[in-house]
């Protein structure tokens, strides 16, 4: 099973999305679970990473961490302003949106921890 956990801590201006473990939907390389989520994953990462390449979130204003290996992805983002907080919760809301459908058609492959706004 994957868990997707996933973040948004508005007093103290972060987002974090985390994905450990194996679906275990298919074989190994060809799990289309654990594709879609890796897709969203490398997804979002490059949407922020274009964000502040495009000027939209001020580089000198964020810190932005992206790992990853086989069976774990993570990506946080710590905004210094409230406006680059709000372009990167918007840029993350498909993805969510994403990640809940997912756990609601394949429930024995994945679990989704959200916590909205720090609770």
Known sequence: M???????DRENSR?????????????PGQDPVCAGISAMMIGYAKTVI?????????????????GGRPGHG??????LTDNDFRILACALMPVELF???????????VKLLYHPCGE
Do not use: M, R, Y
């Not at 987002?15 to 074989?27: C, L, N, R, V």
């Not at 993570?74 to 905004?79: D, F, G, M, R, S």
């Not at 990640?99 to 492959?109: A, G, R």
């Open 50 to 66: 274009a964000s502040v390449a495009a000027g939209f979130v001020d580089e000198s204003q964020t810190k932005i961490n992206v």
């Open 99 to 109: 990640f809940k459908e997912l756990q609601e058609n394949n429930p024995e492959n």
């Open 2 to 8: 994957v868990t997707i956990n996933i973040e948004k």
């Open 74 to 79: 993570h990506i946080e983002t710590v905004c």
């Open 15 to 27: 987002i974090a999305i985390t994905a450990e473990g194996h679906a275990g939907a298919g074989d």
